[in-house]
């Protein structure tokens, strides 16, 4: 697991509306370059990073598919993650991103996945991370990473949009190492 790059993280400016889109836009071009196609698992962004890609006219055809699995059940119905693995490493946990992120690409016509779980708000008093820490996991077929963000305590909104910034700049990275630029 790596900390997300600085440039992913934009040192605690919450993102505006233009800034998400854009984001969503340069990601969706890059796969569309590459003729690939994205999934994404979401807990904490409850599919606002789904919603912001099919907002993006002329390049929603990337998104394969977006899961919401806000509860335990959620991610074991849809994804088939062991609750097992949620009752030891926590909900918000690194294991749990990286099996959101291999699991929905897996299940997908799609070569590359984000998965995305986290606290937008109050932290769980039995979870060992705060509110604002959030996990990005990220996979291609061979290979899948996870990042950890950490925005400390804000409003819901304002960690949603800046897990789902993050996630979409890693995104974007990880498919610009993959066509090699």
């Avoid at 790596?2 to 992913?8: L, R, V």
């Avoid at 409850?46 to 055809?61: M, N, P």
């Avoid at 099996?99 to 070569?111: I, R, Y």
């Avoid at 819901?156 to 974007?172: F, P, Y």
Wanted: proline share 4%; with cysteine.
């Amino acid at each position: 697991m790596t900390e997300a790059p600085e440039q992913d993280r934009d040192e605690r400016v919450v993102p505006d509306s233009a800034q998400l889109t854009a984001a969503a836009r340069a990601l969706l071009a890059m796969l569309d370059s590459m003729d690939w196609r994205l999934a994404t698992a979401e807990s904490c962004t409850g599919g606002f990073l789904s919603s912001l890609l099919t907002d993006v006219e002329g390049l929603s055809h990337c998104l394969d598919r977006g899961y919401v699995c806000y509860s335990v059940a959620a991610k074991h119905d849809m994804l088939g993650i062991d609750p097992g693995l949620i009752d030891e490493q926590g909900a918000v946990s690194e294991p749990v991103a990286r099996a959101l992120a291999e699991n929905s690409l897996c299940l997908a016509d799609a070569q590359l996945s984000l998965g995305i779980t986290g606290f937008a708000g109050s932290s769980d008093p039995d979870e060992s991370e705060g509110a604002g820490v959030a996990y990005i996991g990220v996979a291609v077929p061979d290979q899948s990473w996870v990042y950890r963000v950490d925005y400390g305590e804000r409003p819901r909104r304002d960690i949603r949009n800046m897990v789902t910034l993050a996630a979409l700049a890693i995104g974007l990275r990880t498919a610009r190492d993959r066509r090699g630029d």
